[in-house]
């Protein structure tokens, strides 16, 4: 009589996954199949909501509290995870904090915010998930801004540079069992209390003279997910900006 083996549900970690893109992420993820744990912070209330969509259609998803500026509480979640969901196979580090602090302005306070949010948490969940899974795939969130050196939201950009250069070296550092890639959204989401007239503005001088869509971004993530043949890749989705 032939054993058989169990295969324990595919889930996937979209920090950041009650609102914006993550959502977005999540509820693309949830079609697919994958089990969800959606990570958030402050946002309760838009992630009971999510989830809701989530469960409708036809697949599990738990809520995971985390405050990601402590790396001692970032360290704690894949770990909180795996023991809900064997099937742990994706890490979506896209959870970060944007603010326009000039460089002469930034306290160390505010820098260590910024760089937890945005650069060590992801570092310490993708440890985790290298050493609790057994394989799959890592995508970092990143922004079309990190192929220039512009200044504003001087510690935001500061962080998704050192996030840029991080994904490369995990690439490296844990293949062949675990992929590592990043999209790198352009002007698609206008920043809360910024409306659609700031993202004309974002691409006037764009090739592609228009702003994108969150359905270009989940395009491109799908890209990542599906081809199996691609990692250390940072895919720009943001209509030409980067390149003027």
């Known amino acids: 009589m032939v054993s058989q083996v169990y295969n ?50 036809g697949v599990k998803c738990e809520l995971f509290r985390c405050d990601l500026s402590s790396p001692d509480y970032a360290k704690e979640l894949v770990p909180k995870v795996t023991e809900r969901f064997e099937g742990l196979c994706v890490l979506v580090n896209n959870a970060s904090i944007f603010e326009n602090v000039g460089f002469r302005d930034v306290t160390p306070e505010f820098l260590e915010t910024d760089m937890a949010i945005n650069f060590k948490a992801p570092f310490f969940l993708s440890q985790s998930f290298s050493t609790e899974a057994s394989g799959g795939l890592i995508v970092n969130f990143l922004d079309t801004r990190v192929r220039k050196n512009p200044v504003e939201h001087f510690c935001y950009n500061l962080s998704k540079k050192c996030l840029y250069h991080l994904t490369k070296m995990l690439a490296r550092e844990l293949a062949p069992d675990f992929r590592v890639n990043a999209v790198c959204p352009g002007a698609v989401l206008a920043p809360p209390g910024f409306g ?22 989940i395009n491109a993530f799908n890209y990542l997910l599906e081809n199996n043949y691609v990692t250390g890749e940072c895919l720009f989705v943001d209509g030409g900006i980067s390149l003027t």
Do not use: C, Q, W
């Open 8 to 57: 324990p549900p595919k889930a996937a970690l979209v920090t950041g996954g009650a609102v914006r893109i993550g959502k977005e992420i999540s509820l693309n993820l949830a079609r697919k199949g994958y089990y969800i744990a959606l990570h958030y912070n402050s946002s309760e209330k838009e992630a009971l909501a999510t989830r809701e969509l989530i469960l409708r259609t």
């Open 196 to 217: 659609d007239d700031y993202l004309h503005r974002m691409t006037r001088g764009a090739p592609m003279k228009r702003p994108g869509s969150v359905e270009d971004i």
